[in-house]
Structure formats: C-alpha cells, structure tokens
C-alpha cells in the first residue's frame, strides 16, 4: 500500500498568473505576492497576523 502524501498547502489562486507569483516572506510557500490582492504573506500566515491585530474589548 502506497504511503499517501500531504496536499501542498498554500496553494496560490490558480487564477493568478505566474509572473504575480512570489515566495512568503515567513515560510517560503509559493502566494500571490504581487499585482493587486498580492500580500509578502501566504493566506496562512496573513490569518495568524489577522488574529493578532483584532481589537480587545474593553472590561466593563
């Protein structure tokens, strides 16, 4: 039985053309870098910076 192999993750959109195609700057996956909707980040990454920025309630 054949060892069966992860899906790549960080797939970029396969409408993006390939000269808009770039390496994240965190984790060397492939991403839609450049042109407009272009991000240094890949979708996981920029999920992980999103999380980080959300406002937190104030207490009372």
């Given at each position: 039985?054949?060892?069966?192999?992860?899906?790549?993750?960080?797939?970029?959109?396969?409408?993006?053309?390939?000269?808009?195609?770039?390496?994240?700057?965190?984790?060397m996956?492939?991403?839609?870098?450049?042109?407009?909707?272009?991000?240094?980040?890949?979708?996981?990454?920029?999920?992980?910076?999103?999380?980080?920025?959300?406002?937190?309630?104030?207490?009372?």
């Amino acid at each position: 039985m054949a060892t069966p192999t992860p899906a790549p993750r960080n797939l970029p959109p396969q409408l993006c053309p390939p000269q808009l195609k770039g390496r994240c700057a965190k984790c060397m996956a492939e991403c839609h870098q450049y042109g407009f909707g272009g991000n240094p980040l890949c979708q996981e990454h920029q999920a992980e910076v999103a999380a980080l920025q959300k406002p937190k309630r104030p207490v009372g």
